[in-house]
């Protein structure tokens, strides 16, 4: 698959949309529809303190949504990702505990969202992405930190039609890893809490070194995103169906190992 040029994206806390405008806001109508190797952007929403029917009628472009998130203490982290070529996005770390840690939260979800070229807004299913222990029990839902979701663009004749998690169902997790339900009866891998909140600066017996990148990328999101459909000129899309041939665990294991693929901005 193509490498797209590296770039780090950051969690902005306040507000939500991007200060730029125009290819730089996933709320902002695009051209009409996209070919294959265009830029496209995605907006990646953090809410937490709410679960997933928190979620539900929420527009992460609308004045009302963006009012909910704000006072909510969430994010957004916006990104360019080439069409059809597979995009590994992912905030760092301190942002992303930032956004939960600031709210004094138990439990984030996330969403995905963008146009469809014309002003319509898509926006994903939510999926839970953290949840400390005190929440576990109540959410059926392993306490910890999911480190891969798969995000599935439709396009047809180049027009977003819908956003689409794939189920991992928790192959290929490394050891130490929970399985973490993530909504919908999905399951992804996720670092526990124990694990990723061991400071290996004041103790000598945590199971993951922080300051490795590797053990890093264990406690905070990356989200694989590829396409199906076809694009504005009729040109079958075929990312996604490399994902079903690699498979489940070689999608998450390059989701863990590789780095930011996506062009991105910081929003605020």
Not at 36 to 47: C, E, H, N, P, R
Request: net charge negative.
């Amino acid at each position: 698959m193509p490498a797209s040029r590296l770039a780090l994206a950051l969690l902005s806390l306040l507000p939500l949309r991007v200060a730029g405008v125009g290819e730089y806001d996933p709320c902002a109508a695009s051209k009409p529809a996209s070919a294959s190797g265009d830029l496209f952007t995605f907006g990646i929403a953090y809410y937490p303190g709410a679960d997933v029917d928190a979620w539900d009628g929420l527009n992460p472009c609308s004045l009302s949504g963006v009012a909910n998130l704000t006072a909510a203490g969430g994010g957004a982290a916006v990104y360019r990702a080439k069409v059809d070529d597979m995009s590994f996005m992912r905030s760092s770390m301190a942002d992303e505990n930032a956004v939960f840690e600031n709210a004094n939260a138990e439990l984030m979800t996330v969403a995905a969202y963008a146009t469809d070229g014309a002003g319509k807004i898509i926006r994903s299913d939510p999926r839970r992405v953290r949840a400390t222990s005190g929440t576990s029990s109540s959410l059926s839902s392993s306490a910890g930190r999911v480190n891969a979701l798969t995000l599935i663009a439709r396009f047809e004749e180049g027009r977003l039609e819908y956003l689409q998690w794939h189920d991992m169902a928790c192959r290929g997790c490394a050891t130490g890893d929970a399985c973490f339900d993530v909504g919908d009866g999905h399951g992804a891998c996720a670092g526990t809490e124990t694990n990723c909140g061991c400071d290996s600066d004041v103790r000598d017996d945590c199971f993951l070194d922080l300051s490795d990148p590797a053990d890093a990328l264990r406690c905070h999101l990356t989200v694989a995103a590829a396409y199906s459909g076809d694009d504005a000129n009729k040109v079958p899309l075929t990312s996604f169906s490399q994902i079903e041939r690699l498979g489940l665990y070689s999608v998450s294991g390059s989701a863990k190992g590789a780095g930011v693929t996506a062009v991105s901005t910081v929003s605020g």
